[in-house]
């Protein structure tokens, strides 16, 4: 069973420092979601994709955020001049677009800007 | 918008005590919802869900009913395992991603 997987696992870099992360999505799930989440709280969402395009983005993905899908498989999240304010868990979770509505979650890559 | 409301935490319970943890939800129409888990250093794992009012979910002991006239879907499990120490989130999903509670902290002690 290949779930989702993400890489890196953690991240430490210095302020104003740019970071990317990748998720594979499990291989025939069509959509893959973004979600941030900080101590304490549950994941807050920040973009979607179906295939290649990108659907929806959350006000919280300021303009220091990029994300694509280039082949509508992997997916790659950067964040350009980091603040610590960044620091968090970024998950990647896919769904399959049949019936089911269920997402399935990466481990999740956890950044610390210092 | 849509928002998931859970009971805050931390619960700490004896092992094999009764748990429940409520959750209610503010949507439009009628969302899916679910729990997941989050055991310690780890992602998210679903739980169990429930697609439509009055429909059960259940999976390893727990279990939660979709309730429409409540607007709620509390999570329940008989008798805790230490092994059930986690972080609980109940979440809504109406065709759009995932609106998540701010989770419950389980701890069970033996």
């Known amino acids: 069973d290949t779930g989702v997987s993400q890489d890196p696992r953690h991240k430490i870099t210095k302020r104003g420092q740019n970071v990317t992360f990748r998720c594979d999505p499990i291989?025939?799930?069509?959509?893959l979601y973004w979600y941030r989440q900080t101590l304490g709280q549950g994941p807050e969402f920040l973009t979607y994709?179906?295939?290649?395009?990108?659907?929806?983005k959350s006000r919280l993905l300021s303009d220091r955020f990029s994300a694509e899908r280039p082949k509508g498989s992997f997916s790659t999240l950067e964040i350009q001049r980091t603040e610590q304010g960044d620091s968090a868990m970024y998950l990647c979770?896919?769904?399959?677009?049949?019936?089911?509505?269920?997402?399935?979650f990466g481990p999740g890559t956890r950044l610390t800007v210092l | 918008g849509d928002s998931v409301t859970q009971m805050e935490g931390p619960v700490t319970l004896s092992e094999e005590a009764f748990l429940t943890i409520n959750c209610t939800y503010t949507?439009?129409?009628?969302?899916?919802l679910f729990w997941y888990v989050q055991y310690p250093g780890e992602g998210l794992q679903l739980l169990l869900k429930?697609?439509?009012?009055?429909d059960k979910g259940s999976n390893k002991g727990f279990e939660a009913t979709y309730r429409k006239e409540t607007t709620s879907f509390h999570l329940e499990k008989g008798s805790v395992q230490v092994s059930d120490s986690a972080v609980y989130f109940c979440?809504?999903?109406?065709?759009?991603?995932?609106?998540f509670g701010k989770g419950t902290r389980l701890s069970v002690i033996a």
């Open positions: 979440a809504s999903s109406g065709n759009t991603p995932l609106v």
């Open positions: 291989s025939e799930h069509n959509r």
């Open positions: 994709f179906q295939n290649e395009a990108q659907l929806e």
């Open positions: 979770a896919s769904l399959s677009g049949g019936s089911t509505d269920t997402q399935y």
């Open positions: 949507a439009t129409g009628y969302p899916s």
């Open positions: 429930a697609t439509k009012a009055d």
